[in-house]
T-cell receptor, first 110, second 115 residues
Framework: GQNIDQPTEMTATEGAIVQINCTYQ??????LFWYQQHAGEAPTFLSY????GLEEKGRFSSFLSRSKGYSYLLLKELQMKDSASYLC???????????FGKGTKLSVIP | DGGITQSPKYLFRKEGQNVTLSCEQN?????MYWYRQDPGQGLRLIYY???????QKGDIAEGYSVSREKKESFPLTVTSAQKNPTAFYLC??????????????FGSGTRLTVV
């Protein structure tokens, strides 16, 4: 089976940097995804990691350590529109399904 | 433009009634999925299909049924056996390999409420 843990809620200030952590336990591993979901809307793809290290995409970066079963999503220069839930999801070896964490609700305050 | 369409956006169901949620995609994706989302629960897998005329139960399939007669369509029926159907339902599709091209493409969701 697969188990994914993320903090339930976080609050950060506009213009700051925030790091959202995700730990996972899985019987096989074939990649980790981060999605952003605004309230009442569909999740949208942010990043994908399959190898150890940092992937950078504009203001967003994602890090993976497979040996530690750990990932984080780093958001820089926070904007009010970044207030959303951030979902960590993993896919197991030989699997086409994603298993999602419960999501981290980020509130950006002025 | 290619995409995935869910309808209706809002749906109200009376006690003891079956309702069907529509999901259509024109992305030529083989795999399609149904998830349920409750507050504080994240996304939980109901059913998935990797190919036409075949589908598999997910973690919370009880009280739901699906069909996959066409590649483009994967409707979900919420039956009267589902005792707590009020939730946000998300349909998704994907290519055979999940990778940096984006993993799943999600529909905009259907919010089902029991009245």
């Amino acid at each position: 089976g697969q188990n994914i843990d993320q903090p339930t809620e976080m609050t950060a200030t506009e213009g700051a940097i925030v790091q959202i952590n995700c730990t996972y336990q899985t019987s096989g591993f074939n990649g980790l995804f981060w999605y952003q979901q605004h309230a009442g809307e569909a999740p949208t793809f942010l990043s994908y990691n399959v190898l150890d290290g940092l992937e950078e995409k504009g203001r967003f970066s994602s890090f993976l350590s497979r040996s530690k079963g750990y990932s984080y999503l780093l958001l820089k220069e926070l904007q009010m529109k970044d207030s959303a839930s951030y979902l960590c999801a993993v896919t197991g070896a030989g699997s086409y399904q994603l298993t999602f964490g419960k999501g981290t609700k980020l509130s950006v305050i002025p | 433009d290619g995409g995935i369409t869910q309808s209706p956006k809002y749906l109200f169901r009376k006690e003891g009634q079956n309702v069907t949620l529509s999901c259509e995609q024109n992305l030529n994706h083989d795999a399609m999925y149904w998830y349920r989302q409750d507050p504080g629960q994240g996304l939980r897998l109901i059913y998935y299909s990797q190919i036409v005329n075949d589908f598999q139960k997910g973690d919370i399939a009880e009280g739901y049924s699906v069909s996959r007669e066409k590649k483009e369509s994967f409707p979900l029926t919420v039956t009267s056996a589902q005792k707590n159907p009020t939730a946000f339902y998300l349909c998704a599709s994907s290519a055979p390999t999940l990778d940096r091209s984006g993993g799943y493409t999600f529909g905009s969701g259907t919010r089902l409420t029991v009245v």
